[in-house]
């Protein structure tokens, strides 16, 4: 039975907004500064600003009468070095959990994991030891990319990262899945269900799960000219069948998929038929018709990467720590955003949990933190000219 919302008599201000996300960022990073002109405080709120405005450091800083940006830089790249970074992803998945409401351990959840790229164009060292560029597909023009893994709960209208792996070159994706499922595991969330996407469908993902008896619903590509799982892509309906996925590697292993047949809106002509193959594990009950349908309930996770990237600072820095400080910070403040609204706009009255969100939006959100911070220490609106002596030629 759901417990009666209390009336709230508290404005949400920028200010507050500001001061609600600063303390979070306190309370579980150990970031710090001393300066004359730059202290913690001080190096928050430039970064806090620097996401808001999906901006840099360098930019930022020249467009507020506050701490130089070289001196910002300094603090990070003398506190953030590739060695702190498996302490940096303990702290952001700290800070990630800090605002996961109450209710959310009352019931099984459901969750849905999935690998995140960001592209790196500089040099590296693939040989050295605090390398943690990964090769991958070529996609934004490169082939290098830094890689972090998130699990995320579907609730509702309530989506919340519940943690975050810095993956590392030469990690495998069965560690990566593992380290994720058993954060969960720590935070004593249990889960009715999984979903997955095509990244992880291995027969090593496929045999680990199975002996969970974890349920789960993952998309399978479409692999082979005469065999595979396009030839299972016949007929007029949709259906569920046993496929036996081959690896040189990992052997054989048989498990059930479901082959759904849908229909692709295009542009001009005719909706064209296409087919989605789906394996489905530990879900005996999941009638065919409901699998594309319980599937696109995944499809959240993909959208909080693309609202990650609205409040995620650019950087150009081969500091491999301080890149993963932003991924975090950008997954965090989605949290916090999310907590906010939980908060300070709870809908009164009967029935389920809800919430008057579009008071709130994030483009609201990040505005709220700009304006907080540029009220503190105000911008620059106006450029004197060089003086300089005019150069007199002669003729």
């Not at 910002?72 to 952001?92: A, V, W």
């Not at 592209?119 to 996609?139: K, Q």
């Not at 609202?307 to 950087?315: A, L």
């Not at 969100?357 to 994030?362: E, T």
Request: proline share 6%; charged share 20%; net charge positive.
């Amino acid at each position: 039975m759901n417990k009666s919302t209390p009336p709230q008599t508290v404005r949400l201000t920028d200010r507050s907004t500001l001061d609600c996300t600063i303390g979070v960022m306190e309370e579980h990073f150990d970031l710090s500064a001393d300066g004359y002109l730059c202290q913690r405080r001080d190096l928050w709120q430039v970064l806090i600003a620097v996401c808001a405005r999906q901006s840099t450091i360098e930019s930022t800083c020249n467009d507020l009468q506050g701490p130089d940006s070289n001196t910002i830089r300094m603090y990070l790249n003398q506190q953030l070095r590739p060695e702190k970074i498996p302490e940096l992803q303990r702290q952001c998945n700290e800070a990630l959990e800090s605002q996961l409401p109450e209710w959310l351990w009352d019931h099984p959840q459901e969750l849905a994991c999935d690998l995140h790229e960001e592209p790196y164009y500089g040099t590296y060292d693939a040989e050295a030891p605090d390398n943690w560029v990964r090769g991958g597909e070529a996609r934004d023009g490169t082939t290098r990319f830094y890689c972090c893994a998130t699990v995320y709960v579907i609730h509702r209208s309530m989506r919340m990262t519940l943690a975050v792996e810095f993956v590392k070159p030469g990690m495998s994706i069965v560690e990566v899945l593992k380290h994720l499922l058993e954060r969960v595991k720590v935070l004593g969330i249990t889960y009715k269900s999984l979903f997955l996407d095509k990244g992880f469908c291995s027969i090593p993902i496929m045999t680990a799960l199975l002996n969970q008896h974890v349920p789960v619903l993952m998309a399978a590509p479409l692999k082979g000219k005469k065999g595979g799982t396009r030839a299972l892509c016949q007929g007029q309906r949709s259906y569920y069948t046993q496929h036996t996925f081959r690896s040189q590697t990992h052997g054989s292993l048989t498990v059930t998929v479901a082959v759904v047949r849908t229909f692709a809106k295009r542009r001009h002509g005719p909706p064209r038929a296409q087919w989605l193959v789906y394996v489905v594990l530990n879900m005996p009950n999941l009638p065919i018709r409901a699998v594309r349908k319980t599937y696109r309930r995944r499809f959240g996770i993909e959208s909080s990467y693309r609202m990650m990237e609205k409040n995620r600072p650019r950087t150009t820095s081969h500091n491999a720590a301080l890149r993963f400080l932003f991924m975090g910070l950008a997954l965090i403040i989605l949290n916090i955003w999310i907590a906010l609204q939980w908060t300070f706009l709870r809908i009164r009255g009967p029935g389920p949990r809800r919430v008057a969100n579009q008071h709130l939006r994030q483009d609201r959100m990040l505005r709220f933190l700009s304006r907080a911070v540029e009220m503190i220490y105000s911008v620059v609106s106006m450029v004197d000219p060089p003086n300089v002596r005019p150069v007199l030629s002669i003729l």
